[in-house]
């Protein structure tokens, strides 16, 4: 059974890079049937889905156009996770970060989800 | 983008009624839809996918319903541990993208 534990700063300040990491266990970063997500979840935005990388074949990555410019998401093989860079961070970017899971059959849906990181952008 | 409405916002009920909620899409989204249930300070649970599958070790007294741009959760017979707050999202067009959720609570 699949679990993601999350780890990253809970301050970050203005105009820096927001760093959250996922840690997989019991799967693959690179199955071939699975996609990586991270959303995040403020009081004034709701959900907000933010982008995803996923492997068929190669990697590929999708990401939200409202954010596009400033993130990244990053698999990383050797330690089985994958990783969100937000730049150029404003206080409009504190929220909660999760990360998550979905698979083909899913259609979407997010089956698996991280414990949450509240993130603070303040100075 | 895609927009997910909800209604009700929120609605007041009692254990043993029968709750439905309903999400819309601005547009047609075939059946890619899920319904996640969440409480204060945890991760959303998936309920429904595909807008009408139960998510394994979900309780039947969920179900969902629809396709294209009207979606229906409906709880059977409302549980204490069912006071939540229900949110929609859809998956057939990027950015995906989540409805404002419905609040569940006691009447």
């Known amino acids: 059974q699949i679990q993601l534990q999350q780890s990253g700063p809970g301050l970050v300040k203005p105009s820096q890079t927001l760093s959250l990491t996922c840690a997989i266990s019991g799967g693959s970063v690179s199955s071939n049937t699975v996609a990586w997500n991270w959303i995040r979840q403020s009081p004034s935005r709701g959900l907000e889905w933010l982008g995803r990388?996923?492997?068929?074949?190669?990697?590929?990555?999708d990401y939200a156009e409202s954010v596009k410019s400033r993130i990244t998401i990053n698999p990383d093989t050797s330690n089985n996770q994958f990783s969100l860079l937000v730049s150029s961070v404003t206080p409009e970017d504190t929220a909660v970060y999760y990360c998550?899971?979905?698979?083909?059959?899913?259609?979407?849906?997010?089956?698996?989800w991280g414990q949450g990181t509240t993130v603070t952008v303040s100075s | 983008d895609v927009h997910m409405t909800q209604s009700p916002s929120s609605v007041s009920a009692s254990v043993g009624d029968r709750v439905t909620i309903t999400c819309r899409a601005s547009q047609g989204i075939d059946s890619w839809l899920a319904w996640y249930q969440q409480k204060p300070g945890r991760a959303p649970k998936l309920l429904i996918y595909d807008a009408s599958r139960l998510q394994s070790g979900v309780p039947s007294r969920f179900s969902g319903s629809g396709s294209g741009t009207d979606f229906t959760l409906t709880i059977s017979s409302l549980q204490p541990e069912d006071f939540a707050t229900y949110s929609c999202q859809q998956a057939k067009t990027f950015p995906f993208s989540f409805g404002p959720g419905t609040k569940v609570d006691f009447k």
């Open positions: 990388t996923y492997y068929r074949s190669k990697w590929y990555k």
């Open positions: 998550a899971k979905t698979a083909d059959w899913l259609k979407g849906g997010l089956d698996v």
